[in-house]
């Protein structure tokens, strides 16, 4: 068998994790040398029960360790290993890095920076909307996004990124062959022309509540910084933020209305002393990256906006408007403003998230 099949036998063996890994590899020193062991150094491994040391012999069928390889590379699956240049020197820096990575796609470019986005799955439209425009601002920069390909936010960023043309990373919590959530298959399928999906689950490894807090870790250690969108009192984003913080990365968080239960994780991280965003630039500076939001340039809007258009465009954000509301604060009609609405809605200045509310796009 080749080397990297030797990996892949180790790395697939079941009821046998990252710790006892390791001490397989402590004693033996190669995968190699584990498979060709005959029993006598597996019974000096001292953290392996007598059912580990049982399965580990009978997994040693050479054709069919070989056919399992041959099936994940005919899927398109890279298998990258700890030993390997290409696996990713951030990795190596991290609390039980695992040994393997199963990539679809590329892996992040190591000479780029990456910005972790994450944040509430039952996400509003204003968190949805600001995951998307921040990370199409960050990408335009230059900047890689990694998330974990979860419904709301997370899925958000991916496609705020994609939208702008930039490369997104998603981080599974189970085989990188199966999308989880499904509502997320675009975005999954579009993700792997410029970026990837990477997960340190082998083949057939099915979504399981005890993998998600552990991929987070990947999210975090893959990234130069994380940034929390929107985020409850407890959430699984706070544990990725705190993952972040051992390992030494910068954190930002987008501040929310006091009252608002999906934005009390963040505004307790900005307490604890995460740097708050308002915009792109607050992330960029830290880099030493200059910002400059060409939408935001008022010569772009007095040659595609008339007078009243430019009047209702200024009156949004990213936090959905009422009707009612927008007509009082710019004292138009209904009916007026029904048009003008309409009229923004087909330049692309303006989104109906549901019926009578709006937001800008950025």
């Known amino acids: 068998m080749t080397k990297k099949e030797y990996w892949f036998w180790l790395c697939n063996l079941e009821q046998i994790g990252l710790k006892k890994i390791q001490a397989i590899l402590n004693f033996f020193g190669t995968p190699e040398q584990a498979y060709l062991d005959n029993g006598k150094g597996l019974e000096q491994v001292s953290n392996l029960t007598a059912s580990d040391k049982e399965q ?9 360790i070989q056919e399992n390889y041959a099936k994940l590379i005919s899927r398109g699956i890279y298998f990258v290993t700890k ?5 990713p020197s951030k990795l190596h820096n991290i609390y039980n890095a695992p040994f393997a990575l199963y990539v679809k796609g590329t892996l992040p470019k190591e000479d780029e920076l990456s910005i972790a986005i994450v944040g509430a799955r039952n996400c509003s439209d204003y968190g949805r909307e600001t995951a998307r425009y921040l990370a199409g601002e960050l990408v335009k920069a230059g900047i890689q996004i990694i998330s974990g ?17 930039g490369s997104t990373y998603g981080i599974e919590g189970c085989s990188v062959d199966i999308c989880y959530p499904k509502e997320n298959f675009n975005i999954y399928m579009d993700m792997q022309k410029k970026g990837g999906i990477i997960s340190e689950y082998g083949p057939d490894c099915f979504p399981k509540a005890g993998n998600f807090p552990m991929r987070n870790r990947l999210i975090s250690g893959m990234s130069d910084g994380i940034l929390v969108v929107e985020a409850r009192e407890k959430s699984g984003s706070l544990i990725t933020a705190d993952m972040g913080l051992e390992q030494g990365k910068n ?23 995460a740097k708050m965003v308002t915009g792109p630039e607050d992330i960029l500076e830290d880099y030493g990256i200059y910002y400059k939001n060409c939408k935001n340039d008022l010569k772009k809007f007095d040659k595609l906006l008339e007078t009243r258009e430019k009047i209702v465009y200024a009156c949004l954000s990213f936090l959905p408007k009422h009707m009612n ?8 009609s209904i009916a007026e403003l029904t048009e003008i609405l309409m009229s923004l809605e087909l330049k692309d200045y303006v989104k109906q998230t549901r019926k009578n509310y709006y937001i800008y796009i950025s």
């Open 56 to 64: 580990i012999l009978k997994s040693k069928e050479e054709g069919r």
């Open 149 to 165: 390909l979860a419904r709301g936010i997370d899925g958000y960023a991916h496609e705020g990124a994609i939208a702008a043309g």
């Open 325 to 332: 509301e927008i007509a009082g604060e710019t004292n138009l």
């Open 251 to 273: 954190i930002y968080s987008v501040p929310g209305r006091i009252q608002d239960s999906l934005s009390t994780g963040c505004n307790n991280l900005i307490k604890m002393g």
């Open 83 to 87: 030993e390997e240049d290409i696996y």
